[in-house]
Structures are given as C-alpha cells and as structure tokens.
C-alpha cells in the first residue's frame, strides 16, 4: 500500500505564509494498492482532495475511465468542501462510489455531500455532474475490495457521526482517526457536588474505559496511524473538552500503547504555525523515538508513506 497526504489541516484551509511547510489544505488521503498502484481510494474530500484530482486527469486519464472510491470520515463542512472541485466528478466516464456515515435519519448521504452543489452556493447542480456515481451509507462494518484489501471501520468520538478506517493489505495495516477525542466521564466527577453519585460516576468512568480500549484495539500494531492532534495537551484542558479533537501528548501516547510503528499527527489547527509544528517535532519526535522506538510524524502535504 502506498498512502499520500494531499491535505492535513483541520477546520478551514488555511493558506499563506506561516503555513507553506505543512500546507494549508483540509484533510485529504489517497491510498493506492497493487502491483503498480492499479487500484485507489480517497479518504476525505478536504480542499487537498482539488489537487488531488487535477493530477489524476493528468497522470491516469489518459490511461483510461477515472474509477475510484471515496471514503468520507465525516461530514463536517473541512473534511466534504473540495468535493465539488475533484474534477474527475464532471468527466462522463469517471465512476465514483462514495462511502459514509450521516447523523441524521432523515438525510441521505448524497444529499449531505451534494447539498453543497445547489445554484446558491455552487455554478453546477448534482443532477449536472457528469460522473456515473453511487452512494453507501455506512455504520461500524469490514469490507473486501480488490486484491484483498480489507477495510474496517470503527466509531470515533466526535461531535458527529464519525469513523476511522483500518486498512490491510499483505500483512500491512494502515489506520485512519481523523477527527476523534478520548472518551471521557460525562456524569459529574467532582465529590464535593451536591448531585454527584459514586455509583454514576464509577459507571461512567468504566465505560469510557471501555471505549477508549476500543480504539486501542483498533490501532493495535498498526504500521502507520494517521491521528487527529489539533491541539497540545495545555490547549485541550483550557477550554477545547468537547470539541472533538486529541492533544499532541495524548495522541502519543494512546499510539505507543497500541504499538503502532509510525504515528502520523495531523488535522493541525489553522492557527498552528509552521515554526510552531518544527518547534513540537524538534521536541517530540527524538523523545519519542529514544523512549518507545515509535517513528512521529508530523504531516506535511505531499508525504508519501
């Protein structure tokens, strides 16, 4: 398996000086299989996905019929906003199947991703894309595509609806969480507060507990993780609990105790600065090799793993 990052920023592009190293592009991964990359899929439709698709009309359409897989983590507006710029979508022999969760019952996927083409936002309708597509709707499942890659998905935390994907070809695993936060106690923790209930509380801790083992599990010996750690662990105690999103600390050290080999930090806050990213790799990274010989990454756009 070969996966490329095209995208690794969260919440909004976020081009300009400061941001040049890393990219300011949303989450966008393309992993490709086979004995010469013959088979593909797509991982998020961020605005890298734009990029994305432009290389391919130049680099596989002359080689025949655009046919691919996108695999939405999510539908928040970072991770869906450059599907309406994939151009393969306006060629008539592109086949496209787009997978997914939705939150809401009474939407469809096809309606949630291609609310965003309606003359209101976008110069071209969904009824008017020219590409043969179809869509699933999906929960926590495993599927088998070509060549005998397994996909499984698994329920993350977040605000929404959301999955991780794992990956295996071959012996090799390679794990998607894009948008995640660890479990925690939602019931009141605090003994001194006049409603708490010990017996609540030692619930709710259990059962974050167990959840947050079935993460670990999901990640267990993983060859490359690509994790959510949009903020450090000072950022996320201040004032971000319940937005959804990992520190860089604990993203490290959940990956370490599943034994994953290379953990790949991603979905860098708009905020975040190159020389601020350099500054947490030069921190992190050494220590982290030298105590648990897990390889860290911070993603750039462009790498190749």
Same mark, same amino acid.
């Given at each position: 398996? %070969?996966? $490329?990052?095209?995208?690794?920023?969260?919440? #909004?592009?976020?081009?300009?000086?400061?941001?040049?190293?890393?990219?300011?592009?949303?989450?966008? /991964?393309?992993?490709?299989?086979?004995?010469?990359?013959?088979?593909?899929?797509?991982?998020?439709?961020?605005?890298?996905?734009?990029? /994305? !698709?432009?290389?391919? *009309? %130049?680099?596989?359409? &002359? $080689?025949?019929?655009?046919?691919?897989?996108?695999?939405?983590?999510?539908?928040?507006?970072?991770?869906?906003?450059?599907? &309406?710029?994939?151009?393969?979508?306006?060629?008539?022999?592109?086949? =496209?199947?787009?997978? !997914?969760?939705?939150?809401?019952?009474?939407?469809? /996927?096809?309606?949630? =991703?291609?609310?965003?083409?309606?003359?209101?936002?976008?110069?071209?309708? *969904?009824?008017? /894309? @020219?590409?043969?597509?179809?869509?699933?709707?999906?929960?926590?499942?495993? *599927?088998?595509?070509?060549?005998?890659?397994?996909?499984r998905t698994k329920y993350l935390n977040h605000p929404i609806t959301c999955l991780g994907y794992r990956f295996e070809h071959e012996g090799k695993v390679v794990?998607?969480?894009?948008?995640?936060? &660890?479990?925690?106690n939602l019931f009141i923790t605090d003994p001194s507060h006049p409603d708490f209930d010990r017996e609540v509380f030692e619930e709710g801790e259990k059962a974050?507990?167990?959840?947050?083992?079935? #993460?670990? +599990?999901?990640?267990?010996?993983?060859?490359?993780?690509?994790?959510?750690?949009?903020?450090?662990?000072?950022?996320?105690?201040?004032?971000?609990?319940?937005?959804?999103?990992? @520190?860089?600390?604990?993203? =490290?050290?959940?990956?370490?105790?599943?034994?994953?080999?290379?953990?790949?930090?991603?979905?860098?806050?708009?905020?975040?600065?190159?020389? +601020?990213?350099?500054?947490?790799?030069? #921190?992190?990274?050494?220590?982290?090799?030298? $105590? @648990?010989? *897990?390889?860290?990454?911070?993603?750039? +756009?462009?790498?190749?793993?």
């Amino acid at each position: 398996m %070969k996966a $490329k990052l095209w995208g690794v920023r969260g919440s #909004i592009p976020c081009p300009g000086p400061q941001t040049v190293k890393y990219g300011g592009n949303t989450l966008c /991964l393309e992993l490709s299989w086979g004995t010469e990359d013959e088979y593909s899929l797509i991982v998020d439709a961020g605005s890298g996905i734009r990029s /994305l !698709g432009n290389t391919w *009309m %130049k680099t596989r359409f &002359p $080689k025949g019929p655009i046919k691919t897989r996108i695999f939405f983590s999510h539908t928040h507006w970072d991770h869906i906003l450059g599907f &309406p710029f994939f151009t393969p979508i306006f060629i008539p022999t592109s086949e =496209i199947e787009v997978f !997914g969760p939705v939150t809401f019952e009474e939407d469809s /996927l096809d309606l949630v =991703i291609g609310g965003q083409l309606q003359y209101r936002y976008f110069p071209v309708t *969904m009824a008017e /894309l @020219s590409a043969q597509m179809t869509y699933h709707r999906l929960q926590e499942t495993t *599927m088998n595509l070509e060549l005998g890659l397994n996909i499984r998905t698994k329920y993350l935390n977040h605000p929404i609806t959301c999955l991780g994907y794992r990956f295996e070809h071959e012996g090799k695993v390679v794990v998607t969480l894009f948008d995640h936060e &660890p479990y925690r106690n939602l019931f009141i923790t605090d003994p001194s507060h006049p409603d708490f209930d010990r017996e609540v509380f030692e619930e709710g801790e259990k059962a974050a507990e167990e959840e947050n083992q079935k #993460i670990q +599990e999901f990640m267990h010996n993983a060859d490359v993780v690509f994790h959510d750690a949009q903020y450090t662990e000072k950022e996320y105690r201040k004032n971000r609990t319940g937005w959804g999103h990992t @520190s860089i600390e604990t993203a =490290i050290n959940n990956a370490h105790r599943a034994g994953v080999k290379t953990l790949v930090l991603l979905h860098h806050d708009p905020e975040r600065t190159d020389e +601020e990213i350099d500054n947490f790799d030069r #921190i992190y990274s050494p220590l982290v090799q030298k $105590k @648990s010989g *897990m390889k860290l990454v911070f993603a750039q +756009e462009g790498m190749v793993f």
